[in-house]
């Protein structure tokens, strides 16, 4: 199966600074997804990017795939300190429901 | 939204019983689920895809005889940890995806399992 791989493992920034998380996958993919986890809670979706798309926004985020790297990232604009948690990518082949997920950025965002 | 509820949220059990844990799909239905385990301070990794009516897809590594699972309904799948031991502390998650997507999936909220 795919293992992705996110850096940087941890990020500490001021608030109103931008955040970028960076992911890296080994096969080819159908879509690559986003998503948060707060401390010891369940997942939440933010962006899904078909292999197809180079670049979606949604908000305060925006996510670019380069599709002949392998690689995406993931960049929160003016970041506040409720958006401190893991970040981690997810990734999906052709007709499969399947995600393997990336190991994960850890993003702390001081006030 | 689309939501997955899990229960129990966490749960505490001797070394040697078994422990069950419950997805269910509250307002869509779900052919297939998957089962996640995350150890601390790391990513989800994949256990096995649940499929009603039919037998679980384990990932290799994972035993099957020790994490059973039963998809007995289009809402609900179950995930019983046989026997546990200490090692199998973790936080488990459930997702689903809603009929015909083969892109969105939801998560359950996880359920936090200690064994002592």
């Known amino acids: 199966s795919q293992q992705g791989e996110e850096d940087p493992q941890a990020l500490s920034i001021q608030e109103g600074e931008n955040a970028t998380m960076n992911c890296s996958y080994k096969?080819?993919?159908?879509?690559l997804q986003w998503y948060r986890q707060n401390s010891g809670r369940g997942l939440v979706h933010l962006i899904l990017?078909?292999?197809?798309?180079r670049e979606k926004h949604s908000g305060r985020l925006r996510v670019t795939l380069d599709t002949s790297k392998k690689s995406s990232s993931l960049l929160i604009t003016a970041s506040r300190a409720a958006d401190t948690a893991s970040y981690f990518c997810?990734?999906?082949?052709?007709?499969?429901?399947?995600?393997?997920f990336g190991k994960g950025t850890k993003l702390s965002v001081i006030p | 939204g689309a939501v997955v509820s899990q229960h129990p949220s966490w749960v505490i059990c001797k070394s040697g019983t078994s422990v069950k844990i419950e997805c269910r799909s509250l307002?869509?239905?779900?052919?297939?689920m998957f089962w996640y385990r995350q150890f601390p301070k790391q990513s989800l990794m994949l256990m096995a895809t649940?499929?009603?009516?039919?037998?679980?897809?384990?990932e290799q590594g994972v035993e099957k005889d020790k994490f059973l699972i039963n998809h007995a309904s289009l809402t609900l799948s179950t995930l019983t940890v046989t026997s546990a031991h200490p090692e199998d502390s973790s936080f488990y998650i459930c997702?689903?995806?809603?009929?015909?997507?083969?892109?969105?999936?939801?998560f359950g909220p996880g359920t936090r399992l200690l064994v002592l």
């Open positions: 997810a990734s999906s082949g052709a007709g499969s429901y399947q995600l393997t």
């Open positions: 096969t080819s993919i159908n879509n």
């Open positions: 990017i078909r292999s197809n798309e």
């Open positions: 307002d869509f239905q779900a052919t297939t």
């Open positions: 649940s499929n009603e009516g039919s037998k679980a897809t384990y």
């Open positions: 997702s689903a995806p809603p009929g015909g997507s083969q892109e969105t999936q939801y």
